[in-house]
């Protein structure tokens, strides 16, 4: 577990009660998760879970994943309160040295992260005919956040070339991202393994 990752993050959902309350979940996959053939899901860096949650309540059985035990905590304690828990595996992780399981999934969805590493890994992952689905954020002068680590900032065009002819590709554009705290720009993609 990379301690300091934990400690910072944990530190920001502490300091930062806006983080942890009612958040919308992701627009692609609101609008793409119906495609899934199936019900098994994993969200990568959910944080406090509003996609996971989202999963849950439209019956996915959900793995979600991260290295904040301050988010995970509230993610349980918001799911006691709304659906049956048996639905979700919270899991603290260090994604920097995770690796999925081959053909284990039928949905994954992973916003507002980015680790280059994993995103073959998650292809991978896909069963087929299932969907995996990114937004996060790309680098743009206009961006309102200055100063990022551009480690974590993706480049114009950069989602669709991790994907082959193994995968079609359902979804892919460049845009504003919508009510968070910074105006920044986010590339979004939704592919299927076929
Ligand atoms: C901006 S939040 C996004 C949360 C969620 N995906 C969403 O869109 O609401 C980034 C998340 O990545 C998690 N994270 C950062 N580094 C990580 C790592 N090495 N392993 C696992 N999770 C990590 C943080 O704890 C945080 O919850």
Known sequence: MSQQDQIKWDKKYTDNDSL?????????????????????ALDIACGTGRNTLYLAQHGFEVDALDISAVALQELTQHLQKVTDLSFVHTQLTDLDSYTPPPSAY???????????????????????????????????????????NE??????????GYFDEHYEILFYDEFWNQGENYRMRKQGIVVRRV
């Open 151 to 160: 480690t974590y900032l993706l480049t114009p065009g950069e989602l669709p």
């Open 106 to 148: 039928d949905l994954i969805i992973q916003t507002n992260f980015l680790d280059r590493r994993l995103i073959p890994l998650l292809a991978s992952a896909l069963t087929q005919g299932a969907l995996l689905i990114i937004e996060t954020y790309m680098i743009d002068p206009e961006n309102e956040k200055k100063g990022s």
């Open 20 to 40: 942890l309350g009612f958040r919308e979940p992701g627009a692609l996959l609101k609008q793409f998760f119906s495609y899934a053939g199936g019900t098994r």
